[in-house]
T-cell receptor, first 110, second 115 residues
Framework: SQQGEEDPQALSIQEGENATMNCSYK?????LQWYRQNSGRGLVHLIL?????REKHSGRLRVTLDTSKKSSSLLITASRAADTASYFC??????????FGKGTRLSVIA | SAVISQKPSRDICQRGTSLTIQCQVD?????MFWYRQQPGQSLTLIAT?????????ESGFVIDKFPISRPNLTFSTLTVSNMSPEDSSIYLC????????????FGPGTRLTVL
């Protein structure tokens, strides 16, 4: 299993602004998944992007993947207070379980 | 997507006792996992629950402390044995693998406090 490293560790923005979080990983992958975790709760699956995809959208979320740089980014547009949460990336290279890094703690201030 | 339920959602237990957490999925899945999230930390994989055979534990986790069962493709249990305050965590069940999706989904978690 390999672990993604999210950057920055913490991010604070005003409501309505865009939030960008980055993820780096070390070895080749089949796909990469992004998750959100509200305080003390389970992980919510946001989006999966496959290694042959470069960009994917879901509502206000936009995920990019650059396999040559072994990196991904998650953009949340027009952020809301309800987007306040921790965000995790999870690269997957085989049939192994996902391993998680420390995540990015996003605070959206109303 | 998979709908995962966990019981109990939370519990407060005395040290030295054991707690069994149940995980139920609404569809058959290939793989089931158990994670732990200690306060202020990220998720740590405890083990992969294998149907019909012993679970595969990660380094630092042993069967005597965290026995796991998986009797079928939709259900698993994790027992936290002989608990101490250091076991206070959120325990999460996770599933992956069916004909219809590659994503890995998580249950709502069980918040355990050991006094």
């Amino acid at each position: 299993s390999q672990q993604g490293e999210e950057d920055p560790q913490a991010l604070s923005i005003q409501e309505g602004e865009n939030a960008t979080m980055n993820c780096s990983y070390k070895t080749s992958i089949n796909n990469l998944q992004w998750y959100r975790q509200n305080s003390g709760r389970g992980l919510v699956h946001l989006i999966l992007i496959r290694s042959n995809e470069r960009e994917k959208h879901s509502g206000r979320l936009r995920v990019t993947l650059d396999t040559s740089k072994k990196s991904s980014s998650l953009l949340i547009t027009a952020s809301r207070a309800a987007d306040t949460a921790s965000y995790f990336c999870a690269p997957r290279g085989g049939n192994t379980p996902l391993v998680f890094g420390k995540g990015t703690r996003l605070s959206v201030i109303a | 997507s998979a709908v995962i339920s966990q019981k109990p959602s939370r519990d407060i237990c005395q040290r030295g006792t054991s707690l069994t957490i149940q995980c139920q999925v609404d569809s058959q899945v290939t793989m089931m996992f158990w994670y732990r999230q200690q306060p202020g930390q990220s998720l740590t994989l405890i083990a992969t629950a294998n149907q019909g055979s012993e679970a595969t534990y990660e380094s630092g986790f042993v069967i005597d402390k965290f026995p796991i069962s998986r009797p079928n493709l939709t259900f698993s249990t994790l027992t936290v044995s002989n608990m101490s305050p250091e076991d206070s965590s959120i325990y999460l069940c996770s599933v992956r693998g069916s004909l219809s999706y590659n994503e890995q989904f998580f249950g709502p978690g069980t918040r355990l406090t050991v006094l």
